[in-house]
């Protein structure tokens, strides 16, 4: 099955009422959150709410359940997997990744835990969450650290704190998130991962601004955004569909490659351009994803 990625928003454990609410919201996985947006006096009803979710909430096919575990420092992490891993769960997130260590640790413990449960091994997912600036120089050996990781992902308001700024500071054109990003996506492609980028930190009301920022990094190669409000949801999968043209242009560019390989070329022309097999193989990436889509819309 092809991974699509396009939207993962995030819900509160704590948070019953939203949590009820996920299998409704047209996003491509739901992350159930046990870290920053639980207080310390939650953290217990939170794990007790997310357990029955996986348990208990269908979510339809490639649809994924996700959980922000605590990180390794706090001491509650440990806590967190004894509850979470169960059969549903498809992959845990963990926060303030910043080194091959802190996955090598998890996967570790997530054997351990499929063992001993009957889970299939290997069955749950890692998604590695880079924060920091010693995590934005640790990309590649983060992402390549576990064969459990499927995608990094940047939270870029804690990036922004270890460079001794606030998040309010942001200006429009966000260069100052510029290297990490680029760092973030370079890590996650040589590594054969998908690359999902930060949540959308303006207003909850300004759509406008979310679809820039989402229409930017998906322009330096992104393949999906983390966000924080249902509302966003809809803006966030229409950056990252294919669109039509994409779709028409992916044909043609399948079509004319293959028919030249019939007849024993290596490479082809498309309206005066050159298609080579790297062109055709993007292509026919595309279209797999688009064709998961269309299976997507129709469950």
Known sequence: MVLVLRS???VPGSNYRAIMKTPTINCDAVIFDLEDAVSME???TARIFVKDAIEKLNFPDGKMKVVRVNSWDTGLCEQDLDWVVKEGLD???????ESKDDVSKLDEYLTKLEEDRGLEKKSIKVIPLIESH?????????????DRCIALAFGALDYYRTLGRTYFKFSEEQY????ARSMII???KAAGLKAIDTPFFGMLVDKKGLEREARLVWQLGFDGKLVIHPNHVDVVNAVF?????????AEEVVEVYEKAKTMGMGAATLRGKMIDYATYVQAKELLEVYEALIRKEKV
């Open 8 to 10: 993962l928003l995030f």
């Open 42 to 44: 939650d953290k217990e």
């Open 91 to 97: 992959a845990i997130m963990l926060p303030k990744s």
């Open 134 to 146: 010693v995590g934005v120089l640790k990309a590649y050996e983060i992402a390549s650290s576990s």
């Open 176 to 179: 100052e998130l510029l290297f």
């Open 186 to 188: 370079n890590a996650a």
């Open 241 to 249: 569909t294919p669109s039509e043209e994409d779709v028409k242009q």
